[in-house]
């Protein structure tokens, strides 16, 4: 059953405190056929898989990372999950149609993405967020979608000493063709790719007073 708002910000948007879930760990694996879907779907809309940073050990779902390189289209780092979709998320009434999602971030092209690199958190939190984003709605069981905003905490904490970004909004994936917005699974349900956009505190208020819409206005 999906879980009831407990607030409701200005703009109405319902609020929603998500308390750990006690459950056992699910070991599990990639499922091929959702993975392969995935990365054709990736390849005819942005480019080619670099990389893979493979999940060793998964938790309910198996989530590797794919990793497309800068190109004259798209000039910076494109990182997007890989396994979210392997479960519904668990969807209200009405928004059934949105249970299958995948997350994309986009990151300047100078941004260091060796192994090497993510032993400092400076380099690593944007792709840590990606992974605990993904796997939000099944630890919690709940979902995310586009409007959504994500603060780090409750107040919003910076990801890191380096940044003063707090949270992340859920948009659609505009700075691709609008094609990739959306690929159908193996099992013919729609996928939805969303566009995580990390945000300051003040805007993440900003959207909770006035609604998405104000914000992305803003933005523009």
Not at 10 to 33: D, L, M
Not at 84 to 112: C, F, K
Request: charged share 25%; hydrophobic share 30%.
């Amino acid at each position: 059953m999906s879980q009831e708002p407990d607030d409701y910000s200005q703009a109405g948007n319902p609020i929603y405190r998500h308390k750990a879930q006690e459950s056992e760990f699910e070991p599990t694996v990639g499922n091929e056929e959702i993975i392969e879907s995935i990365e054709r779907h990736v390849e005819s809309h942005i480019g080619r898989i670099e990389n893979v940073y493979h999940e060793l050990i998964s938790d309910k779902v198996h989530l590797d990372v794919l990793f497309c390189p800068p190109s004259e289209e798209f000039p910076f780092n494109t990182l997007i999950s890989c396994g979210m979709s392997s479960r519904p998320m668990n969807t209200p009434e009405g928004a059934e149609h949105l249970q299958y999602g995948e997350l994309v971030l986009a990151l300047p092209p100078d941004w260091p993405l060796s192994q090497e690199a993510f032993e400092e958190e400076k380099n690593y939190w944007p792709i840590r967020s990606l992974k605990a984003l993904a796997r939000f709605p099944h630890d919690y069981k709940t979902w995310i979608s586009f409007g959504h905003t994500i603060p780090n905490g409750d107040p919003p904490q910076p990801f890191d000493s380096s940044t003063k970004l707090s949270g992340w909004i859920l948009l659609n994936p505009f700075i691709f063709p609008e094609e990739f917005s959306e690929s159908t699974t193996p099992s013919g349900d729609k996928l939805h790719y969303y566009l995580m956009l990390p945000l300051y505190a003040e805007e993440m208020q900003y959207k909770l007073d006035y609604g998405t819409n104000a914000l992305t206005d803003k933005f523009a």
